[in-house]
């Protein structure tokens, strides 16, 4: 069972950049799809951004145009490059990875990493 673990998050002012990581335990080369979601206090967590090992991605309305996600597989890493962060950006972040055809809830969930966006 691969391992994930989430860093870079911390506190930064409305308009700043932040840049999540998500190293895995093993290569991730395998792992069909890897995934960022987010939870902000009161709400439920929802999707950020996918992206397959073919390299399909998927974004969310709200942060298309914002994030870019990226996997690095000889680092066995994942990216979630943040810009133009706004207050409703403010969350726990968790990176996921899960195999064809399973679903992100059975799949594995690194522990999350705090974003505020805060002036």
């Known amino acids: 069972q691969v391992q994930l673990v989430e860093s870079g998050g911390g506190l930064v002012q409305p308009g700043g950049s932040l840049r999540l990581s998500c190293v895995a335990s093993?290569?991730?080369?395998?792992?069909?799809?890897m995934a960022w979601y987010r939870q902000a206090p009161g709400k439920q967590r929802e999707l950020v951004a996918d992206?397959?090992?073919?390299?399909?991605?998927n974004y969310a309305d709200s942060v298309k145009g914002r994030f870019a996600i990226s996997r690095d597989n000889a680092k066995n890493t994942m990216y979630l490059q943040m810009n133009s962060l706004k207050p409703e950006d403010t969350a726990v972040y968790y990176c996921?990875?899960?195999?064809?055809?399973?679903?992100?809830?059975?799949?594995?969930w690194g522990q999350g990493t705090q974003v505020t966006v805060s002036s």
């Open positions: 996921n990875g899960r195999s064809f055809g399973q679903s992100a809830e059975s799949g594995t």
């Open positions: 093993r290569s991730i080369f395998n792992i069909y799809s």
């Open positions: 992206m397959t090992n073919s390299g399909i991605t």
